[in-house]
């Protein structure tokens, strides 16, 4: 009997210290637990905005924490392009003399009335608007070796890369034709992508450079619509990229083309992304350019 007292009391005590062990031991927990979160909060600049991620490991918060600026183009079809300046990329395709002026080797070919040039003043106001947002703006040029050793065979067959023009032989590297046409000469820090095919991703480290920087969207213009715009919209999608396209800063010789390389963007439940014009992209910043860059 005695012996049963004296376990019964021993159990007690054991009991009563394991749990003044644990009050301390949660007391403890969440002191360095508010501890760490007044320290990261006393971090973050004021008035900055956070993305909804919630972690259980309290040492990632500071990394799943991302600030937010974000601002809304909107689109055809009711809907609505939502971007982050500082993960989005303009991509200016091919704005090439040979492409696009009046005098290069497509607009001589329309008697120095180019219909790729009409784009130009919208699509200058846009790049304005992206450098303004300190976007990443990239520049891609079509363009080939002069020996012609980077030219598919199909188009050795097509025979005209490298047709006599105003500007040297047509898309050859080099000559004045092949380079960017007046405004659209990149500013530093601004991306040059050189590529011997349609897509800008074909052949270059485009895609690489874009996840460097956290890329995610991408807003396209250029030349031509259903070539070297629709190829590498096509490209970036299947590599995951949202992407919206700028329809009129984009342009084809035959309008009815153009306009069908508008529809294919739209099919299937919007299969290629977000459509919108110029004009819609530069109101999303309307007064917001401070707050942007």
Same mark, same amino acid.
């Given at each position: 009997?005695?012996?049963?007292?004296?376990?019964?009391?021993?159990?007690?005590?054991?009991?009563?210290?394991?749990?003044?062990?644990?009050?301390?031991?949660?007391?403890?927990?969440?002191?360095?637990?508010?501890?760490?979160?007044?320290?990261?909060?006393?971090?973050?600049?004021?008035?900055?905005? &956070?993305?909804?991620?919630?972690?259980?490991?309290?040492?990632?918060?500071?990394?799943?924490?991302?600030?937010?600026?974000?601002?809304?183009?909107?689109?055809?079809?009711?809907?609505? &392009?939502?971007?982050?300046? @500082?993960?989005?990329?303009?991509?200016?395709?091919?704005?090439?003399?040979?492409?696009?002026?009046?005098?290069?080797?497509?607009?001589?070919?329309?008697?120095?009335?180019?219909?790729?040039?009409?784009?130009?003043?919208?699509?200058?106001?846009?790049?304005?608007?992206?450098?303004?947002?300190?976007?990443? =703006?990239?520049?891609?040029?079509?363009?080939?070796?002069?020996?012609?050793?980077?030219?598919?065979?199909?188009?050795?067959?097509?025979?005209?890369?490298?047709?006599?023009?105003? *500007?040297?032989?047509?898309? =050859?590297?080099?000559?004045?034709?092949?380079?960017?046409?007046? *405004?659209?000469?990149?500013? $530093?820090?601004?991306?040059?992508?050189?590529?011997?095919?349609?897509? $800008?991703?074909?052949?270059?480290?485009? @895609?690489?450079?874009?996840?460097?920087?956290?890329?995610?969207?991408?807003?396209?213009?250029?030349?031509?619509?259903?070539?070297?715009?629709?190829?590498?919209?096509?490209?970036?999608?299947?590599? *995951?990229?949202?992407?919206?396209?700028?329809?009129?800063?984009?342009?084809?010789?035959?309008?009815?083309? @153009?306009?069908?390389?508008?529809?294919?963007?739209?099919?299937?439940?919007?299969? &290629?992304?977000?459509?919108?014009?110029?004009?819609?992209?530069?109101?999303?910043?309307?007064?917001?350019?401070?707050? $942007?860059?």
């Amino acid at each position: 009997m005695h012996g049963a007292l004296v376990d019964d009391f021993q159990m007690c005590w054991i009991q009563s210290v394991c749990q003044f062990v644990l009050d301390i031991g949660l007391d403890l927990h969440g002191f360095l637990f508010r501890r760490s979160n007044e320290e990261l909060w006393q971090k973050q600049p004021a008035n900055t905005q &956070f993305s909804g991620h919630e972690t259980c490991d309290n040492s990632r918060i500071e990394d799943t924490l991302v600030p937010q600026t974000m601002f809304k183009v909107s689109c055809w079809d009711d809907r609505s &392009f939502e971007f982050d300046p @500082h993960h989005t990329a303009l991509v200016v395709i091919d704005m090439q003399r040979d492409f696009v002026s009046h005098e290069g080797y497509v607009g001589i070919r329309h008697r120095r009335r180019n219909p790729l040039a009409r784009i130009i003043p919208e699509l200058l106001s846009v790049l304005d608007t992206a450098r303004a947002a300190k976007m990443l =703006i990239v520049h891609t040029r079509e363009g080939y070796a002069a020996d012609g050793s980077d030219v598919s065979p199909y188009k050795k067959v097509l025979d005209y890369v490298g047709s006599p023009g105003p *500007g040297g032989p047509f898309l =050859i590297r080099g000559f004045h034709g092949h380079d960017f046409s007046g *405004g659209f000469a990149p500013a $530093a820090g601004e991306i040059v992508v050189d590529k011997a095919g349609f897509s $800008a991703f074909f052949g270059t480290n485009l @895609h690489s450079n874009l996840a460097e920087r956290d890329i995610t969207h991408l807003i396209l213009a250029g030349v031509t619509t259903q070539c070297c715009v629709h190829s590498t919209l096509r490209d970036a999608v299947e590599r *995951g990229y949202f992407c919206l396209t700028l329809e009129n800063c984009c342009a084809a010789e035959d309008a009815i083309v @153009h306009a069908a390389a508008l529809k294919i963007i739209q099919s299937e439940n919007h299969l &290629f992304g977000w459509l919108a014009s110029g004009r819609d992209f530069t109101n999303a910043f309307s007064g917001n350019l401070t707050s $942007a860059r």
